[in-house]
Every structure is written in C-alpha cells, then in structure tokens.
C-alpha cells in the first residue's frame, strides 16, 4: 500500500459512500447522527449523491455506483472512505472501479457484510488494506465506546478500534495477511478475478444470517475451491444466526469439521454483524494489532 500522508488532521474531509443496497429514506435521521458526530470528531463528512432509495428514480447501476466511489478516489481532499450500505449488489461495481487509481490513493475503504466483496477486490487488484468495519456502529447502541476508539483510531491516538481478544479453537498460532470477511458475500467472488490470493493467508469469516444448512454449503464451497488446502489459518468472527439457535461452539466444530485437523482456527466474539463489533484491518498482518 503508497505511504500515507501523516495523521489525518482536524477538519480533513471523509466520504460517505453507498456501494451496495441504497438505504432507506427511514434511516435518514441515523445517517444525519452519524454526520454529527463525524463532525464533532473533527472530521468533515461528504456524502456520495446516491445514498437513499427513491422510488421516482431509478436504481443507480453498476458503474454509475463505481463512478461515485471513483470520484472520491480522485480527489485529494477525500482521507478515509466510509460505506454505509450492506445487502447483495456491490459486487456489480467491480468491473468498473480503477484499481490504479485506487492503488495510488493510499485510501482505505471501510465497510461490512456485502462490502466484502470490495475490500477482497480491492486487495487482490490494488494490493491497499481496507477495513472491515460498518461506521454506522458510531450511532448504534454502543455509541459511546464505539466513537471513543473510532476517534482515536482515525487521528491515529490508539489502536484500540482494532485490537480484538481471541481464542485458539485449534492449534496455538497462526501468522499471515488476513483476507475474508461475511462468508456468503467472499463467496459471490469466486471464480473471478477479484478472489483473493489465499496462499499463505489467514481467512477472516463471519455471518449475520444462515443456520447450519447454510454454513455447510459456504464451507463446502470454500472445501471444493481449495481453499483450506491454501489458507495458513481461520480467524472466526460472529454467526450471528447459527450462534443464536446452537452456540458458537456448535460453528467452531463445523468448520474444524471441513478444515481439518491441522488448520490453525481462532475465534473472537468481538468481530461480526454486532454493533460492538472491533475492525479488522484486511490486508494486514495477522496478529498485529491484536492479542489473545
């Protein structure tokens, strides 16, 4: 990834973008809270064009999606880049994103769940980290904490946003670059040429929905891509669903079951679809920044 410019400063600005599903008009008001306290940090948000639904408008394609994106890509002032969005459609700005440009900015995108496909995207074709992360969390039911280590973390104060306690489910170590994130969503890459090189990588899964049935058809797709013949561990977030019907240690034994039993597997309660959720910066060592 370039070299960033030195800590971000007060009143540099961040864009708020919407890759995936457009977002409600009822989430208006979050989003307006959500400015506020960007601002109130220090940081001056602005807001892509084609955030909210409307039902007068068409919705906004592939490459009109990528363009906004792009615009903030180019322009200097622009730090960070923050996606507000989640559902099923941001894969289809892939083709349309200037992955040079992208690679040159040395900015990072930060998003969750159907963003997963444009972080691993942006990783395997530009090579720059991004972060797991939704910045909806700063207006969510752990606001306080949450904005505390945002804040930090985005003036670079502490690292405290991305150190996250984890437990070896099994082995006792594991090193390597992270890649992954929402299971359903990395899949939607395969066979593409934004799946990510997994060699030697630690592969970072997660869920909001699916029960058993469902976890079995992601592993056995992550099994028949060779993926655990690839990988060098498994970092397990939250499944949030699953975890709810049969307890977490119902999905460690799952994926052991596909792995095998000579893949490094971790697992953290602290990383998912929850609105505690830590980040993980994607395309970064693994444990840096964290500790069991």
Not at 11 to 19: F, K, M, Y
Not at 146 to 154: A, I, S
Request: hydrophobic letters at 35%; charged letters at 25%; glycine letters at 10%.
């Amino acid at each position: 990834m370039p070299e960033r410019n030195q800590n971000m400063k007060t009143g540099e600005r961040v864009a708020i973008v919407c890759c995936s599903n457009r977002r409600p008009k009822s989430e208006r008001d979050k989003l307006q809270r959500l400015d506020q306290v960007l601002r109130g940090m220090g940081a001056v948000p602005v807001f892509s064009e084609q955030i909210y639904a409307d039902e007068e408008k068409e919705r906004p394609t592939g490459r009109e999606r990528a363009d906004q994106l792009m615009k903030f890509y180019k322009d200097d002032t622009i730090r960070e880049i923050f996606d507000v969005s989640g559902g099923d459609i941001a894969n289809e700005i892939l083709p349309y994103l200037n992955y040079e440009v992208i690679a040159g900015s040395g900015k990072r995108f930060w998003g969750y769940s159907d963003l997963t496909t444009v972080i691993n995207a942006i990783g395997r074709k530009s090579g720059n980290e991004s972060v797991l992360y939704q910045v909806k969390n700063l207006v969510g039911a752990y606001s306080e904490i949450q904005q505390e280590e945002f804040r930090k973390y985005l003036f670079r104060e502490s690292e405290a946003l991305t150190r996250f306690s984890y437990q070896f489910i099994q082995k006792n170590s594991m090193r390597g670059v992270t890649v992954g994130g929402n299971i359903r969503c990395l899949l939607k890459l395969a066979g593409t040429p934004y799946w990510p090189d997994l060699q030697g990588k630690i592969l970072v899964l997660e869920a909001l929905g699916g029960r058993r049935e469902q976890l079995i058809t992601y592993l056995s797709q992550l099994e028949q891509l060779g993926a655990f013949e690839q990988t060098a561990g498994i970092l397990l977030g939250t499944f949030t669903s699953m975890e709810r019907e049969e307890g977490a240690a119902a999905v460690c034994e799952l994926v052991r079951n596909f792995a095998g039993p000579k893949m490094p597997i971790a697992k953290t309660q602290e990383v998912g679809h929850g609105e505690d959720s830590k980040a993980v910066v994607i395309g970064r060592d693994f444990p840096a920044c964290i500790h069991p």
